[in-house]
């Protein structure tokens, strides 16, 4: 069955970087692409960005344009997001996401990762 | 920049139908897809393409689009239904974007 497995909980200080990993398993890792998606305390979804795990090209969402950056390991089906310059409102739950086949949803979500900013 | 709109919340008494819309200029020409979220839990996804049922999803889940809304209704709401629904769509130039969420509440 598909999995989506991501790293543990981080605590970071202001200006600090954070990367966060996912790992996949059940399915053929080059063939969907993944996104990234966060979730501040009490708040919505907001869209990160996509990664081609096949090709390794990236699409970021504007406001994290110059800040985000996401990876992949083909060798151990891991994709990786990390986010710079972190800031208190970066504190957030952070989800990797299957992109599905064929269209635009997101079929399958890693359990979240918490992102803690704090000086 | 391309946005979706939802109501912050709905309520429903058990065994009535909950309706939770979302609307979007962009929205005739792009599907939209919905997620429930429970709290603490991570999104699932209930219904894809404006009105498609996932397996395993319950049959009183339903979705329909009429120009620049679309509407997921839950028939005979159940206890379990209560939780965080939010509608997402992407648009021509590959940016995925979600609606603010709306809270359903079972009284």
């Known amino acids: 069955q598909v999995q989506l497995v991501q790293s543990g909980a981080e605590v970071k200080k202001p200006g600090a970087s954070v990367k966060v990993s996912c790992k996949a398993s059940?399915?053929?890792?080059?063939?969907?692409?993944m996104h990234w998606v966060r979730q501040a305390p009490g708040q919505g979804l907001e869209w990160m960005g996509i990664?081609?795990?096949?090709?390794?090209?990236?699409s970021y969402a504007q406001k994290f344009q110059g800040r985000v950056t996401m990876t992949r390991d083909t060798s151990t089906n891991t994709v990786y997001m990390e986010l710079s310059s972190l800031r208190s409102e970066d504190t957030a739950v952070y989800y990797c996401?299957?992109?599905?086949?064929?269209?635009?949803?997101?079929?399958?979500w890693g359990q979240g990762t918490l992102v803690t900013v704090f000086s | 920049s391309y946005e979706l709109t939802q109501p912050p919340s709905v309520s429903v008494s058990p065994g009535q139908t909950a309706r939770i819309t979302c609307s979007g200029d962009a929205l005739p020409k792009q599907y939209v897809y919905w997620y429930q979220q429970k709290p603490g839990q991570a999104p699932v996804l209930v219904i894809y393409?404006?009105?498609e049922r996932p397996s395993g999803i319950p049959e009183r889940f339903s979705g329909s689009s009429s120009g620049t809304t679309v509407t997921l209704t839950i028939s005979g709401v159940q206890a379990e239904d209560e939780a965080d629904y939010y509608c997402?769509?992407?648009?021509?130039?590959?940016?995925?974007?979600f609606g603010g969420g709306t809270k359903l509440t079972v009284l």
């Open positions: 059940g399915y053929t890792f080059t063939s969907y692409y």
């Open positions: 393409k404006d009105s």
């Open positions: 997402q769509s992407a648009d021509s130039s590959s940016t995925w974007v």
């Open positions: 990664i081609n795990p096949s090709t390794g090209s990236t």
């Open positions: 996401a299957r992109k599905a086949a064929a269209g635009n949803e997101f079929d399958y």
